[in-house]
């Protein structure tokens, strides 16, 4: 499944399937953009990060895709568990000091 | 061992107390933040601090004031609360300073601050 939009969305996905979350940034000149998950009761932990000079990265079950043309941000994730279950963010991270936080996207994973 | 800590994971307390909420890192990181998460799970910089030295300070009450004594220690304290600042406030640490050791970026699990 799928989400857009900045009001904490919420996606459902059947376990096993997999996730795509999606975040739109607004500063044209972030360079470096890291997303993280945030269980309930915990602070957010970084999950991955990729560079503006890249258009994908992969991690372990974990794709971030980058197109800057749109400003357009995606966090795919492969055969999704149970312990995904949680809020995602996208941060831009837009040069000195300068770093924002997308309002999130709340994952829920169906056994 | 916990790398950002930040004391009481709870606080419920009546409009017009002062509260403090402190942080601790054992990361050896330089900076420090303060965040503020509302009901819709939106972060926001509220300050940072390098080396004990004030280097972010958003568009805060006067009521909120930082304090680091050290630069593994920031601590936040408010005056005469509102309603309003019922929230979730994190802390957060990263090496050097904002915008560089960006991945390092570490956040505590949050002081659930609610006022009644």
């Known amino acids: 499944g799928e989400s857009v939009g900045l009001h904490l969305p919420t996606l459902s996905v059947q376990e096993g399937d997999n996730s ?36 994908k990265r992969q991690g372990q079950r974990v794709t971030v895709l980058l197109n800057k043309t749109v400003k357009h941000l995606s966090l795919q994730i492969a055969a999704t568990q149970p312990g995904d279950s949680a809020v995602y963010f996208c941060a831009e991270f837009g040069g000195y000091q300068k770093v924002t936080f997308g309002t999130g996207t709340k994952l829920q994973v169906i056994p | 061992d916990t790398a950002v800590s930040q004391t009481p994971k709870y606080l419920v307390t009546q409009m017009g107390n002062d509260k403090s909420i402190k942080c601790e890192q054992n990361l050896g990181h330089d900076t420090m933040y303060w965040y503020k998460q509302d009901s819709k799970k939106f972060l926001k910089i509220m300050f940072s601090y390098n080396n004990k030295e004030l280097i972010i300070n958003e568009t805060v009450p006067n009521r909120f004031s930082p304090k680091s004594p050290d630069k593994a220690h920031l601590n936040l304290h408010i005056n005469s609360l509102e309603l309003g600042d019922s929230a979730v406030y994190f802390c957060a640490s990263s090496q050097g300073l904002p915008g560089q050791g960006r991945r390092s970026y570490t956040f505590g699990s949050g002081t659930r601050l609610t006022v009644v």
């Open chain 1, 20 to 55: 795509i979350i999606n975040c739109a940034y607004s500063n044209s000149a972030s360079d470096y953009f890291i997303w993280y998950k945030q269980e309930s009761g915990k602070g957010p932990q970084f999950i991955i990060d990729i560079r503006s000079n890249m258009d």
